[in-house]
């Protein structure tokens, strides 16, 4: 038995074009574990996560690969079933606290509908729950803070409440997706701690999407680099920051801040890199037979 | 022309915002006020590039705003180039407008969805769609010229924020506010723009304010960093000064929580 999430030879089109959008992503995310998914806007980072997560858009479509939750592929079980699984076993942590919460309803209800909902809860038990959950990412006055309307609470208490709504059902898996990039560098380094610490006490696999080498830096063991739905590199946290293998993956580095190093830091990709990796993408292509079987 | 213009090209002193607080209104009498600056002084010389730091709610975008006057201030002194615009008139302001450009954080919402970029560019120029101005700020953005019958949608998040600098640098303006113009983009995207801004400033002799919560992009860019909190400044020094020896326990505080591309360096 390998990893706790194991996706394998996944491959997504968008339905009418046929644009790729992931090429043969192999990831394996044993349990406990946090990986890093890096790369620019448009890369697929966050496709990978919606994958795992069962919320493709409509128009995208698997072509082929299976992806493994806990030894079960995802493919092959009915959409009702699908939905129990994912949402016992995984959960998300979104990028932008304020729509991911619905403007209109209490905090209480938002955290506890999926666990009456889609695990089958009673409701005072889900109740209990979320106040512990609350308490546990540090929130004064649980009680009274479930009463409140999501606009009443400051960016970086929303994001704790997300944090808590992710954790309530002690999922196995977490996804999250540029968890932080609303926010400000200071609630930034708390809620990635808080991440951190709530990961390492429950032992939750977590997939870690962004775009900041910074922040992988701090959070995950592994990394995958994404290009054009391709993973270019596959290390660890490490090995990347001591020396990354691929070309594009040291650009990208390069690109990154470092205001210790204001002079080597923030070089703008170079066209050579991008187009090289361009090329190599489109060569893997070529040996990528659209109804050939699923790897593994 | 020259010899007639100011050393600096704003003089801030003891700026104040304050607000009607409703939150806190009594049923009847004037509401409380809520001071969002509470007496900020600075000055920017021409040419200079400042950055102005602080945590989200630190006033940081109202002394922007202030600043190229979408906002007007409660009371102090706000010298452009030796006139003091504090309490100028729409009117009376609309001579200087063109001289003070400002640059949004959001390029999408701050482009209109239904102009093409030449249009977008055109539109403060009062100028046609062929003009050479136009072709000239996408040149110097680094855009193709058939860019400017693109649609802002058809537009990646760097290119976007690219035609917010054309619109702003084809005025030829002296000044620039850039109001957290990276922080939707992605690592990549956010060092073209920073390095494309870096050069601007130093091609056209631009004086640029340059507003962020990240100090880490602030250390290439600035030669001068204000750190406001809570609308107050904490401290005003020289880049390297800033970074090397922070006066202030907030300054420390926002410098610690950079997350340095190092695995070695923990929090």
């Known amino acids: 038995m390998s990893g706790f999430l194991e996706i394998r030879g996944l491959s997504a089109r968008l339905a009418g074009t046929g644009q790729r959008l992931l090429r043969s992503v192999d990831i394996s995310l044993p349990a406990g574990s946090v990986r890093g998914l890096v790369g620019e806007s448009g890369a697929g980072k966050s496709m990978i996560g919606k994958a795992v997560l069962g919320v493709l858009p409509k128009a995208v479509e698997i072509i082929e690969g299976e992806i493994l939750l806990d030894g079960q592929d995802l493919q092959k079980v009915s959409p009702g079933e699908r939905r129990r699984l994912i949402g016992a076993k995984a959960a998300l942590i979104p990028q932008d606290p304020l729509t991911a919460l619905n403007p209109s309803r209490r905090i209480g209800p938002q955290i506890t509908d999926r666990l009456v909902d889609i695990l089958g809860w009673t409701k005072a038990r889900a109740a209990t729950r979320a106040l512990e959950v609350l308490a546990e990412v540090s929130i004064p006055e649980p009680e009274r803070i479930m009463r409140l309307y999501p606009h009443e609470l400051s960016g970086g208490m929303r994001q704790r409440i997300l944090i808590a709504s992710a954790f309530a059902a002690e999922p196995k898996l977490i996804v999250a997706d540029e968890p932080t990039t609303a926010l400000d560098v200071t609630v930034q380094k708390q809620i990635l701690k808080l991440i951190s610490e709530l990961q390492a006490r429950h032992g939750t696999a977590l997939l870690f999407v962004t775009h900041d080498l910074g922040v992988v830096s701090k959070v995950c063991d592994t990394l995958s680099v994404l290009y054009a739905g391709k993973v270019v590199e596959d290390t660890t946290v490490e090995r990347f920051f001591a020396a990354p293998q691929h070309a594009y993956s040291s650009a990208l580095l390069a690109a990154t801040p470092r205001h210790t190093d204001p002079a080597s830091s923030l070089q703008p990709v170079p066209r050579v890199v991008l187009d090289a990796v361009a090329a190599e993408v489109a060569a893997s292509d070529s040996v990528w037979r659209p109804n050939g079987g699923a790897g593994g | ?267």
């Open chain 2, 1 to 267: 022309m020259a010899d007639n213009r100011a050393d600096n090209i704003f003089e801030v002193s003891n700026l104040i915002v304050d607000v009607a607080d409703m939150t806190r209104k009594p049923l009847f009498g004037p509401a409380p006020r809520l001071e969002i600056l509470k007496g900020v002084s600075f000055t920017i010389p021409r040419g200079a590039v400042l950055g102005i730091v602080g945590g989200s709610g630190s006033g940081k975008t109202t002394l922007g705003r202030t600043m190229v006057r979408l906002t007007e201030p409660s009371s102090g002194r706000m010298l452009f180039d030796g006139h003091d615009i504090a309490h100028l008139s729409d009117a009376a302001m609309r001579p200087l407008r063109p001289r003070i450009q400002m640059i949004f954080q959001d390029p999408l919402s701050s482009l209109n969805p239904r102009l093409t970029v030449g249009r977008t560019v055109a539109a403060p120029l009062n100028a046609r769609a062929n003009d050479s101005r136009i072709r000239e700020a996408l040149e110097h953005v680094g855009l193709p010229a058939d860019f400017a019958r693109r649609y802002p949608h058809e537009l990646s998040g760097g290119q976007r924020q690219r035609v917010g600098i054309a619109r702003a640098i084809a005025m030829r303006p002296e000044f620039i506010l850039a109001d957290e113009i990276v922080s939707g983009l992605d690592v990549s995207s956010q060092a073209q723009v920073l390095m494309l801004l870096e050069k601007l400033v130093a091609e056209l002799g631009l004086t640029l304010a340059f507003i962020s919560h990240d100090l880490s992009v602030i250390r290439r860019l600035c030669s001068r960093v204000i750190v406001l909190r809570s609308g107050e400044i904490v401290e005003d020094a020289a880049t390297a000064d800033l970074f090397e020896r922070p006066q202030h326990a907030y300054t420390r505080e926002l410098l610690d929580a950079i997350p340095t591309p190092d695995p070695s360096v923990r929090w």
